[in-house]
């Protein structure tokens, strides 16, 4: 890996981060606080809330076996993703690459910073090869974004091209593993320690249920963390969400119920859509969602909107022709749409 202040945006390198009121005092017990320009009244919400989610930190640093300086919590992952981009990117300088299809914010991302977006094809089976994502890297490459289970193709990526790339790239590799927790394949977390350049990325939105309170999280090296710390708005995670967060992480078993059904769930789908006449093909997947093929996605998509039911028309997409994504719902709401599906009528 380059030197990580080669990597970085040298004004962001050389910036004074703002310093709020309460960063500035430490290890003394307070009870008076007049240091904020808050409202005495109305507690707790007329206070700020911590700016580095301390309490919160440390119940995730176990649960997901790292340091807490390997935490970084954001509001949902879209603003790690964001903060990768303002880091570490030069507007109108810098480009990034990252697997297609896949995500669409890390492209808009890329476009609101005016930093190169470098798409590269996966091949049929939705996978790539280190090789030709290092075909695309030039000098101002800054970081390549993958995405596994990659949305929306919902398939975990290859491992070992995933550690070829972290192995022989110089830069920052982003791997957005927002649906991790419905797959069979490991987290790359344990190999924090052994790549510097790796930066994964996780979210409160899916398995554990929390998309409303805008949670995400970014685990990479504390000298990229320290960089994050360092732009983010200084109250990045409000309190109602930290609290919140806190009390789900004393959930842990209806997590993995939710878990556990929406797998059962997803087989039993997968399964009758395969038996679908409008359906031609079923993807595999790793996600708590999957591609189908149709026959006709968009004249299908629309008729399920008449129907009330809502899922996702990806036709346009690279490599996903006449592909619907389904997320999978509870049963009464599966079953609502293989009943809708079934009335279709194909020549
Ligand atoms: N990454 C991926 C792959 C996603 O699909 C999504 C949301 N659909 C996100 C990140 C954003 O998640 P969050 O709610 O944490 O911003």
């Given at each position: 890996?380059?030197p990580?202040?080669?990597?970085?945006?040298?004004?962001?390198w050389?910036?004074?981060?703002?310093?709020?009121a309460?960063?500035e005092?430490?290890?003394?017990?307070?009870?008076v606080?007049?240091?904020?320009?808050?409202n005495?009244y109305?507690?707790?919400?007329?206070?700020?809330?911590?700016?580095l989610?301390g309490e919160?930190?440390?119940?995730i640093?176990?649960l997901?076996?790292v340091d807490v300086?390997?935490?970084?919590?954001g509001n949902?992952?879209?603003?790690?993703?964001d903060?990768?981009?303002r880091a570490?990117?030069?507007?109108?300088?810098?480009?990034v690459v990252?697997?297609?299809?896949?995500?669409?914010m890390?492209k808009v991302?890329?476009?609101v910073?005016?930093?190169?977006?470098?798409?590269?094809?996966?091949?049929?089976y939705?996978?790539?090869?280190a090789?030709?994502?290092?075909?695309?890297?030039?000098?101002?490459?800054?970081?390549?974004?993958?995405c596994?289970?990659?949305?929306?193709?919902?398939?975990?990526?290859?491992r070992?091209e995933?550690?070829?790339?972290l192995?022989r790239?110089d830069g920052?590799?982003v791997?957005?593993?927002?649906?991790?927790d419905?797959?069979?394949?490991?987290?790359?977390?344990?190999d924090?320690?052994k790549y510097?350049?790796?930066i994964?990325?996780q979210?409160?939105?899916?398995?554990w249920?929390?998309a409303?309170?805008?949670?995400?999280?970014?685990?990479?090296?504390p000298?990229i963390?320290?960089?994050?710390?360092?732009?983010?708005?200084?109250?990045n995670?409000?309190l109602?969400?930290?609290?919140?967060?806190i009390?789900?992480?004393?959930?842990p078993?209806?997590v993995k119920?939710?878990?556990d059904?929406?797998?059962?769930e997803r087989a039993?789908?997968?399964?009758?859509?395969?038996?679908?006449?409008c359906?031609?093909?079923?993807?595999p997947?790793?996600?708590?969602?999957?591609?189908?093929?149709?026959?006709?996605?968009?004249q299908?998509?629309?008729?399920?909107?008449?129907?009330?039911i809502?899922?996702?028309?990806r036709?346009?997409?690279?490599?996903?022709k006449d592909?619907?994504r389904?997320?999978?719902?509870t049963?009464?709401?599966?079953?609502?749409?293989?009943?809708?599906?079934?009335k279709v009528e194909?020549?």
């Amino acid at each position: 890996m380059k030197p990580l202040k080669e990597l970085t945006r040298p004004n962001v390198w050389a910036l004074k981060p703002y310093s709020s009121a309460r960063d500035e005092y430490s290890g003394v017990e307070a009870s008076v606080f007049l240091d904020a320009n808050e409202n005495p009244y109305n507690a707790p919400n007329n206070r700020y809330p911590d700016p580095l989610q301390g309490e919160l930190k440390a119940l995730i640093a176990p649960l997901k076996g790292v340091d807490v300086k390997n935490i970084f919590f954001g509001n949902g992952s879209d603003e790690a993703i964001d903060l990768v981009f303002r880091a570490f990117c030069r507007p109108g300088i810098d480009n990034v690459v990252a697997i297609d299809p896949t995500y669409g914010m890390y492209k808009v991302c890329a476009e609101v910073n005016d930093v190169e977006y470098r798409p590269i094809l996966l091949d049929v089976y939705y996978q790539f090869k280190a090789s030709s994502l290092l075909s695309a890297i030039d000098e101002n490459t800054k970081a390549i974004f993958l995405c596994s289970p990659n949305n929306p193709t919902g398939n975990s990526l290859c491992r070992k091209e995933v550690e070829s790339l972290l192995n022989r790239f110089d830069g920052l590799v982003v791997v957005d593993e927002a649906y991790i927790d419905f797959s069979d394949s490991p987290s790359m977390l344990k190999d924090l320690d052994k790549y510097p350049n790796l930066i994964v990325l996780q979210t409160f939105s899916k398995a554990w249920g929390c998309a409303a309170i805008r949670l995400g999280m970014a685990f990479a090296s504390p000298e990229i963390i320290a960089i994050f710390n360092k732009i983010k708005y200084p109250y990045n995670v409000n309190l109602l969400t930290q609290k919140e967060a806190i009390r789900m992480l004393q959930r842990p078993e209806q997590v993995k119920e939710w878990v556990d059904t929406l797998l059962e769930e997803r087989a039993r789908l997968m399964k009758e859509f395969a038996q679908l006449p409008c359906c031609k093909r079923v993807f595999p997947t790793d996600a708590n969602f999957f591609l189908a093929q149709m026959y006709e996605a968009t004249q299908i998509y629309n008729y399920l909107v008449r129907e009330g039911i809502i899922v996702r028309n990806r036709t346009n997409v690279a490599l996903c022709k006449d592909c619907l994504r389904i997320t999978i719902g509870t049963k009464e709401e599966n079953d609502a749409l293989l009943e809708a599906l079934r009335k279709v009528e194909v020549e």
